[in-house]
């Protein structure tokens, strides 16, 4: 089957909008939902943050669309579309989109989602954005039988909820592992429990500043760790990495282990301090910004030092330790090695960093299932609509081979 190809303006029709005088207070104090970009927040809104009276929506420039439509932003936040759940007035940077026929307004949604950069790419304007209608209304839509439309939609939909899933799993892990640490240690400064103390060198094998060598090598160098790919919370982000060249001797001086720390030393004051973990995922080194701890496992567990050192009650040490400017803080590896550690038996540790790992294989498998289902997502956009890679042919695309079965 191949699918022909219209312009959006062909499917429907538009209505435009405004806004009252701001002049008049009684034009802003009645019921009627009044959409503006702030009302983006997601790709349905069934409510708005601020309404129009009666008078208000008279007079103006603004319109009431029916519940159904498709909103589609025209300035300030190009490539922004939602479908309004509840009859909306709009303002004048929306354009309302009405059907005409039978299409599948959630598709043409997806379709409006997957042409945002080619939307952004039509944006005018020196300082603010815009698109003109003509330019909205000739963007080319894919138009399978409606159900098709439907199918897709479904397959779409439930790709996007597996990445919702996915986001909501990260958040109960960064979550769940600070509030396990409190439950099992309770807080490492107070040290309620009354746990044995010591230096945190004393649990180290190694505390080691990462390397100064320049990232300037190609992909097939070594990777190397830096501020970035550390988040705030402790986590490792390596979607951006940059790579080095060593000779042998200094690899093996800098090679990451699994379970070496990274702590931040300098950044700025509130981020001074963050601490992440190495997973082992691949070989890598520490860039000069970190300092790497080894922690001595016959001590000590590196999940537990890692949770530590990411508690909010050390967040908090860390700022009023860290030295220097706003833009430019430090904290060096002696006095990092000079804070006091709450040290719980080892067995204790070594069952809160197996909880630790339930939790984050669990978070895992949702990443995994996320990642495909948004594979999938992009597979299916590209085919269908040609918007992330090759283009579209002028006759059409066969959807037996853009659509899993």
């Not at 950044?267 to 997973?279: R, Y």
């Not at 922690?295 to 537990?304: G, N, R």
């Not at 860390?318 to 030295?323: N, P, Q, S, T």
């Not at 040290?343 to 895992?364: D, M």
């Amino acid at each position: 089957m191949t699918v022909r190809r219209v312009a959006l303006g062909d499917l429907g029709r538009f209505v435009g909008g405004g806004t009252p005088s701001r002049k008049v207070p009684e034009y802003f104090s009645g019921q009627i939902p009044w959409a503006t970009v702030k009302d983006f927040k997601s790709d349905r809104i069934s409510s708005t943050l601020e309404h129009l009276s009666e008078a208000g929506l008279k007079n103006s420039s603004s319109r009431l669309v029916p519940k159904g439509s498709l909103l589609i932003v025209s300035r300030m936040g190009l490539g922004k579309a939602a479908i309004a759940e509840v009859d909306v007035a709009i303002n004048q940077d929306i354009k309302a989109f009405i059907p005409n026929g039978d299409h599948d307004i959630e598709f043409l949604l997806w379709c409006l989602k997957a042409l945002a950069p080619e939307i952004e790419r039509r944006g005018a304007g020196a300082t603010v954005k815009g698109v003109t209608l003509q330019d909205i209304s000739s963007l080319p839509i894919p138009l399978p039988p409606i159900e098709e439309q439907r199918r897709i939609v479904d397959i779409l939909n439930r790709a996007a909820s597996i990445e919702r899933l996915k986001a909501r799993a990260s958040a109960h892990l960064r979550d769940f592992i600070p509030a396990l640490f409190l439950k099992m240690f309770g807080d490492p400064i107070e040290n309620p429990m009354g746990w044995p103390t010591s230096a945190l060198g004393d649990l180290l094998q190694m505390a080691q500043y990462g390397s100064s060598k320049k990232a300037d090598a190609t992909d097939d160098a070594i990777p190397v760790l830096r501020m970035g790919n550390v988040s705030y919370d402790g986590y490792l982000d390596c979607s951006d990495l940059k790579y080095v060249e060593l000779p042998d001797a200094e690899l093996d001086k800098y090679l990451l282990a699994k379970g070496d720390l990274l702590f931040n030393r300098t950044n700025s004051k509130e981020l001074v301090g963050k601490t992440g973990m190495w997973d082992g995922r691949f070989t890598a080194i520490a860039a000069s910004y970190f300092i790497r701890l080894r922690v001595d496992a016959a001590l000590a567990d590196p999940t537990y030092i890692w949770a530590f050192m990411n508690t909010a009650s050390m967040k908090g040490q860390l700022f009023d330790m860290a030295r220097g400017a706003i833009g430019q803080a430090n904290i060096n590896a002696k006095e990092l090695q000079a804070i006091i550690v709450p040290v719980p038996p080892l067995e204790t540790q070594r069952a809160f960093a197996k909880l630790v790992e339930a939790a984050a294989a669990r978070s895992r498998l949702s990443e995994t299932a996320s990642r495909l289902a948004a594979d999938l997502s992009r597979s299916l956009l590209d085919k269908l609509l040609g918007v992330h890679g090759r283009q579209p042919t002028d006759q059409g695309e066969h959807m037996a081979d853009a659509i899993p079965r």
